[in-house]
């Protein structure tokens, strides 16, 4: 492994003076802002709104020093938390009644239920929510229950539903499980060096696995009460399955994990099965071992709800330790409000935290600001020091980096931590904080973890065997965890601003992934924010941090496709719909994090003046509340693409104030070069800063 070496930080009076935070080298002999200079926003106003944002940020901080949002999901949760409670007989716990009530509150009116606000009706959610309300004791002649079940009906019935959710139906005797994709335990038997793997999968869905993989050897079946299957959702004469539907083509993926599949059904047929016991054994030990520093299996809802579900199938009772520790988890993941309940699919304190603190520091926070001294210092508590799966693929890599949640040692994440070693550069702690050695250690495991073509994914390296995007169970849309364009130049981003910079051997690499990546329009998508707008944003931002040059053709190409998806009223918005019809890329109703993604692309593209980034400064303005917030109603975070989908409750807060931190900074920077235009750092002939323009760490 290549030395990083000692990284130090430099300080400034009430901001920093880095790569990343210096105002842009002035726009001479860069094309010209379409739309140029048609106004300026009144400084007394941006300074107020600026005011209200950081405040309301301070008085929302936690006592340790973190922030954390509510991350919202769709009406899944509820219904597979209320599943979860029949499962284990709590037919008549008190919770059922305001997780039903949050579940109608989301009905459309035809009867369906959505993945997300001012989404079509999705059919595996739908399912799910009619057979909880039943269960519940919703009557079927009910107009909310018939609405339900026509239109379900009309979208093809229960054959239509997702592998997951058959699986769920086939537990309470809904759906047979011999038509279920079989997951067997020996899966966690076959070696690191064999084409199939559980490593060779995403983390997420491995930890889905593992659990449902002991659920499926036991096949259980939970009875429900009289009148309350689910049959009539059965199209009459059988309406095809698509899990189980055969290509055309003969040769190919598809059709081989079908026959797969077909070969494994057998076997589970046999009364012989020789491996059954020791493979039980070995993937309890998997899941038990991932439960140490962890809040909860992957410290997400799904696997946390099949690991309960798959030590009651093995026998142990809800006394024992991990089976009340996963319970806990997932009350932990409980919101109350008002006579509802509802589910959050994990939290996110981590990568809520780092956020806020840079919007902080971008908007004017000096670095050495108490608010700011405390999110550093909880931050570096969270370091990851112990090996996760990660390790499987890079044996002799050190521990470093960061997670998502409270608690999540075995799943550091490539993104989280290049946000927190930003987050870092931005805040002064004391000598003998460790931070830097913490922040050297994050940066070689961030470095260690490029993949083989140049990017980076978020868990897991080189996770990109397409082919198993094919197997049955794979209709999840997740399977694998393959280098993305939004993370590869985060990375950039927080290289850019470190003494490496370009010159690193990981850079060319990224670079030509990151290229390659690039659609034809100029935008690049974006797989953990919706959708283009999300990752053209943090592309632009990543090529300037890193010192490419602004004014070459791609990125003209990318402000162009930017310039060109702005609305009316100044704002941006991309609907979740993007991800399946791809006429809706860049188009949805304004929203505050998208708008705040877009203004600060346009300026890391050079677009400071610009009249797309005046009109969109605007709208953030005219849109904040008088606490110092905005509203936001849409989903602007992706789980999984066409499947998941997250309301970040933060990124309506945070972002904004990061986009208008930054065009204040900006736009005094151009002001002040304007007055005296010999003093000005000059630029070289790639567009990048000359001298020491990098944040560097202290220790």
């Known amino acids: ?418 946000m927190v070693l930003m987050a870092l550069q931005r805040i002064g702690l004391p000598e003998g904080s460790g931070k830097g050695k913490v922040m050297d250690r994050a940066l070689r495991w961030m470095l260690g973890m490029q993949g083989k073509d140049g990017g980076w994914a978020s868990f897991d390296v080189d996770n990109r065997r397409m082919c198993f995007a094919q197997i049955s169970f794979a209709d999840h849309n997740a399977m694998l965890d393959p280098s993305t364009a939004d993370i590869t130049a985060r990375v950039l981003e927080m290289l850019g601003t470190s003494e490496l910079g370009r010159s690193h051997p990981a850079v060319p690499p990224a670079l030509r992934y990151l290229y390659h990546e690039q659609e034809p329009d100029g935008a690049w998508y974006g797989r953990w924010g919706v959708n283009y707008v999300y990752g053209t944003w943090q592309a632009l931002r990543g090529l300037e941090s890193i010192g490419e040059d602004m004014g070459a053709e791609r990125a003209r190409r990318a402000v162009a496709w930017l310039q060109s998806t702005q609305n009316a009223d100044g704002g941006w918005g991309e609907s979740c719909r993007s991800y399946a019809d791809p006429s809706a890329r860049g188009r949805g109703p304004s929203t505050p994090s998208q708008t705040a993604w877009a203004v600060m692309g346009l300026m890391s593209a050079g677009q400071t003046a610009s009249d797309a980034v005046r009109r969109g400064v605007q709208f953030l303005l005219s849109r904040q509340r008088a606490d110092g917030t905005w509203d936001e109603e849409e989903f602007t975070g992706t789980g999984f693409p066409c499947v998941f989908y997250l309301r970040y409750h933060l990124y309506r807060n945070s972002f904004p104030l990061m986009a208008l931190g930054m065009y204040r900074r900006r736009l005094a920077g151009s002001r002040e070069r304007a007055r005296n235009v010999l003093s000005a750092r000059p630029a070289d002939g790639n567009g990048k800063r000359r001298g020491n323009g990098r944040v560097r760490w202290g220790a």
Not at 118 to 147: C, N, Q, T, W
Not at 274 to 279: I, S, Y
């Open 1 to 418: 492994m290549e030395e990083v070496g000692t990284i130090k930080r430099e300080k400034s009076n009430g901001g920093p003076r880095g790569a990343l935070d210096e105002p842009p080298p002035p726009e001479v002999g860069r094309p010209p802002s379409v739309g140029a200079q048609a106004g300026v926003v009144p400084t007394e106003r941006l300074n107020a709104a600026i005011e209200r944002a950081q405040q309301w940020l301070l008085d929302t901080q936690a006592p340790d020093g973190y922030w954390v949002g509510e991350l919202e999901g769709d009406t899944i949760l509820e219904s597979e938390y209320m599943l979860l409670l029949h499962f284990l007989g709590r037919g008549d716990d008190e919770r059922i009644p305001a997780l039903c009530r949050r579940i109608l509150g989301k009905q459309l009116p035809d009867g369906m239920w959505a993945i997300y606000p001012g989404g079509p009706g999705e059919v595996s959610a739908s399912i799910k929510a009619y057979f909880v309300l039943k269960l519940a004791g919703h009557a079927p002649d009910a107009p909310h229950m018939r609405r339900a079940r026509e239109a379900i009906l009309s979208h093809g019935g229960v054959t239509a539903a997702n592998s997951f959710t058959k699986i769920y139906l086939a537990m309470f005797g809904q759906y047979p499980w011999s038509r279920v994709p079989a997951i067997p335990p020996e899966i966690v038997l076959l070696p690191k060096w064999f084409y199939f793997n559980i490593y060779e999968i995403s983390s997420w869905s491995r930890t889905i696995l593992v659990p449902l993989a002991i659920i499926y050897a036991f096949r259980p079946r939970v009875g429900v009460p009289p009148g309350t299957g689910i049959g009539e959702l059965f199209v009459e004469g059988g309406a095809p399955d698509p899990t189980l539907r055969w290509a055309s083509r003969l040769i190919c993926w598809r059709n081989f994990f079908l026959a797969v599949d077909r070969l494994l059904k057998l076997h589970e047929a046999s009364p012989i099965r020789p491996l059954r016991r020791w493979a039980l054994r070995a993937a309890e030990r998997w899941t038990r071992e991932r439960l140490r520093k962890s809040a909860g299996l992957g410290a997400i809802f799904p696997p946390m709800v099949n690991t309960v579900m798959a030590l009651r199938s093995l026998g142990y009772p809800e006394t024992d330790p991990d089976v009340a520790g996963q319970l806990k988890e997932l009350a932990d993941l409980e919101i109350a409000e008002g006579d509802t309940l509802r589910l959050q699919p994990c939290v996110s304190p981590v990568w809520d935290t780092a956020i806020t603190a840079i919007a902080l520091h971008e908007s004017g926070m000096p670095d050495d600001h108490p608010a700011l001294r405390r999110a550093g210092e909880w931050l570096l508590s969270k370091e990851v020091r112990e090996r996760g799966d990660w390790s499987a693929k890079r044996p002799k890599l050190e521990p470093g980096g960061w997670y998502f949640e409270f608690a999540n040692e075995f799943y550091p994440d490539v993104d989280d931590t290049a």
